[in-house]
């Protein structure tokens, strides 16, 4: 089996089998222990609320264990910040499809 390629965390972060698609704005869970192929698609992570359903639906998944759910946790903290972006002080914030697009820019660099 062919692995589809993604960018993976900077630094000394660990977002265990989860990868970056920075084209089609995706997190994509996929290695040789956890081939599922599961995609959160970014551009529907406008909400807090989103992004903790996103969490939650992959951590009722039968695949996702402790590395598959922390690892989703730290991906999309790394590219959302959503203590910044999206709900800092506890303040329901909303993001726009362009702004993904730029905080997946910057999670690239």
């Known amino acids: 089996m062919s692995l589809r390629q993604g960018l993976g965390p900077r630094g000394d972060r660990d977002w265990g089998p989860w990868r970056l698609d920075p084209e089609t704005l995706v997190l994509f869970c996929e290695d040789d222990a956890h081939p599922s192929g ?47 972006t999206l709900c800092s002080s506890g ?16 999670a690239t660099r």
């Not at 362009?98 to 997946?104: K, P, S």
């Open 38 to 84: 599961y995609e959160v698609d970014l551009e529907l992570c406008l909400t807090s609320a989103q992004v903790l359903d996103w969490i939650m639906q992959v951590e009722m998944k039968t695949w996702a264990d402790d590395a598959v759910v922390a690892g989703l946790v730290r991906a999309l903290n790394d590219v959302l910040r959503p203590q910044a």
């Open 91 to 106: 303040i329901s914030k909303t993001l726009t499809k362009t702004r993904i697009a730029g905080l997946v820019q910057l």
